[in-house]
């Protein structure tokens, strides 16, 4: 699962790299294009994604411990009942696809809004694919069967791949006026595709693991009623997050040509660390808070919850003033290829160092509200999202009125950074308030020597960076070696001086790394 989850993320960094070189990174003709992938996504997280692990998942998990059968009716009804409601909503969503664009990119042209709409209707039948993949897949994990699910994302990046690979080697249009009907449909049938071999992957196996696949028309016994109580408070949470993006990516649709992918791309880059690092440590430690909380065994649960804010730290904090200080060269080094403009690869240099400012707010908050989930507490964490995300819209809605232009897509991050700061102290009030305590003294000893360490590592790897840039130049080939030699002479510093203050919590990071090699 852990080799297919790397290898499904590699790919999809791999997908956002050729889009970017094959369409025209800057060029209106890939913000019509990404606008328009994004609207499933969101339609499918806000009618049924945020549900599924927290309502479907569970349900299904306990109709097989119980049911005569092992479940299989039970599941049968509720995944025929998840595929005529987003059948439904995929129906209505097409026929809804100019307000849809209208709604989340105000800002485009005529005919680039009119090349989001063709695009949109073809994407948006994934909706229904999203939501039969994930239905499929919850069902497999449910029987014990993990493989098919998580390689099923990484087919749907090389078939997306091989189209955008494609698009780039027949010298496919890098304008909205320049594009040809057949580039449309090479472009909009294959990403879809891309979906449907996914589900296809995942579906084929649950019939291989005997599982029946019926269609019911009779979803009486389900518990309807009850999957929409314990639903509202995920929907919330799900609504409110989706309320945040959507208004920034409104916001940056009216920042010029290739702000829309510049902002997109930004948060992108953003999530890689979150992901490897934070996400991959808070999906291993929520089963062992759950067991904390469930025997009332609250110092554990707090200090679980230390553990991985002092853990998680160790390493993104560098990371954080790493994408502050190097993100220019970086978004050089990742973009700066194909048919890209380079004003926007200059952008997205200024974006994601903004972006470093978000990293280690957002992570803090995300593992704080995993304690509320260890306590089986989803009202809370839905209020707080809620109470971000009226930060950060306020916060976006100030970057419009005050700056304009590209600097308002690089003030859209400093929005999102002061949101969850805000999010991250609610949480851990409410939390203190909840059990007592939080070991927060621990927990600020550590990020105090973290801080030291990093400021000694900035300050080598920008002088690095400032005495290599005038002997390789600042293209692509200048930004590679600038952005080895300074990320190698800071890491190196940080680890020298995280040792001279004791930070312990690097050394376990490394002394654990170590050891799951060996294991592997």
């Avoid at 996504?41 to 309502?55: E, F, I, K, P, S």
């Avoid at 953003?270 to 440590?281: G, K, T």
């Avoid at 509200?369 to 809605?397: E, H, K, M, N, W």
């Avoid at 005038?470 to 952005?483: C, D, E, Q, R």
Wanted: hydrophobic share 55%.
């Amino acid at each position: 699962m852990a080799t297919a989850t790397a290898a499904s993320r590699v790919t999809g960094f791999v997908r956002v790299l050729v889009l970017a070189a094959a369409l025209g990174f800057g060029s209106r003709l890939l913000d019509s294009y990404n606008v328009a992938n994004t609207l499933p996504n969101t339609v499918y997280d806000l009618v049924a994604g945020g549900a599924m692990a927290g309502v479907v998942v569970p349900l299904l998990t306990r109709a097989a411990l119980t049911d005569h059968d092992g479940g299989v009716g039970y599941a049968q009804r509720l995944l025929s009942l998840l595929a005529y409601g987003l059948g439904f909503v995929t129906v209505l969503s097409v026929l809804l696809a100019p307000y849809l664009v209208d709604l989340c990119a105000p800002g485009f042209t005529p005919d680039q809004r009119q090349l989001a709409v063709v695009f949109s209707r073809y994407f948006l039948p994934q909706i229904l694919f999203y939501g039969l993949s994930a239905a499929a897949g919850a069902v497999l994990n449910i029987r014990g069967r993990f493989a098919a699910p998580t390689w099923a994302p990484l087919v749907n990046n090389v078939v997306v791949i091989a189209v955008g690979s494609t698009y780039l080697a027949v010298g496919g249009a890098t304008s909205v006026p320049a594009l040809t009907p057949a580039e449309v449909l090479l472009l909009a049938v294959g990403t879809t595709s891309g979906v449907i071999a996914q589900m296809a992957l995942v579906v084929r196996a649950l019939a291989r693991s005997g599982f029946p696949l019926r269609l019911r028309l009779d979803p009486r016994g389900i518990g309807v009623r009850r999957i929409g109580r314990l639903g509202g408070w995920v929907l919330l949470s799900v609504a409110a997050a989706q309320l945040l993006s959507t208004v920034a990516n409104r916001i940056a649709s009216t920042a010029g040509a290739g702000a829309v992918s510049v902002f997109q791309y930004a948060y992108t880059l953003f999530q890689l660390p979150y992901a490897v690092v934070a996400l991959s440590l808070m999906t291993a430690i929520l089963p062992r808070l759950s067991r904390h909380a469930a025997h009332r065994d609250y110092p554990q649960l707090i200090d679980g919850l230390s553990r991985s804010l002092r853990l998680t730290g160790a390493v993104l904090v560098p990371v954080a003033a790493a994408m502050v200080a190097l993100g220019p060269y970086l978004a050089v080094l990742l973009f700066a290829h194909g048919h890209s403009d380079p004003m926007a690869v200059s952008l997205l240099g200024a974006t994601v160092a903004a972006f470093g400012l978000l990293l280690l707010p957002f992570t803090g908050y995300m593992i704080l509200l995993r304690g509320f989930y260890a306590l089986q507490d989803t009202r809370t964490p839905a209020l707080v999202t809620t109470f971000v995300s009226v930060v950060g819209i306020g916060g976006c809605l100030a970057a419009r009125r005050l700056l304009a232009g590209h600097d308002l897509v690089v003030g859209l991050p400093a929005a999102y950074a002061l949101a969850y700061a805000c999010g991250l102290v609610a949480a851990g009030l409410l939390l203190r308030r909840r059990m007592g305590r939080l070991d927060g003294r621990r927990v600020a000893r550590s990020y105090t020597r973290m801080t030291v360490a990093v400021i000694v590592a900035v300050g080598v790897a920008a002088t690095v960076a400032h005495v290599t840039a005038p002997h390789v130049g600042t293209g692509w080939a200048g930004s590679s070696v600038i952005l080895a030699a300074a990320a190698l002479a800071g890491a190196a510093s940080y680890a020298a001086v995280a040792r001279l203050v004791r930070l312990g919590e690097l050394r376990e990071i490394v002394v654990a790394t170590f050891a799951g090699f060996r294991a592997t």
